[in-house]
């Protein structure tokens, strides 16, 4: 290949982060400071990964190494072979957002990787699930950041130490609703078109919400669901929806079947805006893989936005 992807091209450069570590609960366990780039040089992609774990609890021992990472990949917007010697397997992206799995020697772990970049192309919101077999081992998620000066850098990675722990949480006392326009990918990684999407909330009490949810445009989809959140976990409890989920810090992933349908959503709604205390936050970052049954029928991704009612 003479000219890099056009995802390749969409995350050249490097990116700063410091997402978080959580265990298999939800609770969070420490930081991993990252420097990742990805060079397309003489037709060949390498990809780079410096940093170190600070804190982790028991899982220190595991996600802990002593060298930087580094893998090649075969570049293409079809899939993304990733070639080792530190991450084997693949991804796909869908526009601006990939979806990745591969598994890490050094880690000795399967990963599940989103990333999805918003904005105006220089903020990367991720998170990577990782597992033993199918079972959940733990979580890091966060925000990068490219091109950054060092002034900015520095109250980027001050305020990932302040919010990366921060459970996610929707608004309990004030109906309103978070929306904005997304995009609809098929399965064939092919655009279809925009999507709106609405997620209106009505506070029941402190731990309740009732959801109504639509989407309309390229795709079209409407459901109420009874939200209850216990601690970091949360239930979608019908008639229109029932599933449940777990919170990874500001990340909510979801496992959705909507009612008298075949229609499934497997999901990451990730609160860029939430800080400590009383608060929600503003700022929804979502990506919805759509299931037809267990076959993938396309992916929903982009930025929703609160306003109260």
Not at 211 to 222: D, F, N, Q, Y
Request: with cysteine.
């Amino acid at each position: 290949m003479s000219e890099p992807s056009g995802w390749q091209q969409r995350i050249a450069g490097e990116w700063v982060g410091r997402p978080s570590l959580f265990d298999a609960d939800g609770t969070w366990r420490g930081y991993e400071d990252i420097r990742r780039s990805s060079v397309f040089e003489d037709g060949v992609t390498t990809y780079y990964m410096d940093g170190g774990l600070d804190g982790g609890g028991p899982l220190a021992g595991r996600f802990r190494l002593g060298a930087p990472f580094a893998f090649g990949v075969v570049d293409s917007d079809a899939d993304r072979i990733y070639t080792g010697p530190d991450f084997h397997g693949s991804g796909q992206p869908y526009g601006s957002f990939v979806d990745a799995a591969y598994y890490g020697p050094g880690w000795q772990v399967g990963l599940n990787t989103w990333n999805q970049v918003i904005g105006d192309g220089d903020t990367q919101v991720y998170s990577s699930m990782l597992y033993q077999g199918p079972s959940v081992v733990g979580c890091f998620n966060g925000v990068y950041h490219r091109g950054l000066a060092a002034e900015a850098l520095a109250e980027h990675l001050a305020a990932e130490t302040r919010n990366g722990p921060v459970p996610f949480i929707l608004p309990t006392k004030q109906a309103g609703a978070y929306r904005g326009e997304c995009s609809y990918w098929g399965a064939d990684q092919k655009l279809v078109g925009p999507v709106d999407v609405a997620v209106a909330l009505t506070p029941v009490d402190l731990l309740r919400t009732r959801l109504t949810v639509t989407w309309s445009g390229a795709v079209e989809l409407a459901f109420d669901a009874d939200w209850r959140r216990d601690g970091f976990r949360s239930f979608y409890e019908g008639p229109g929806a029932w599933g449940n989920a777990v919170a990874y810090g500001r990340a909510n992933y979801a496992s959705l079947h909507v009612a008298g349908s075949a229609v499934r959503l497997t999901s990451r709604e990730f609160m860029i805006d939430a800080t400590p205390g009383m608060s929600a936050g503003s700022t929804l970052a979502v990506a919805y893989r759509v299931h037809a049954g267990m076959t993938l029928s396309g992916v929903v991704h982009g930025v929703l936005r609160w306003s109260p009612s």
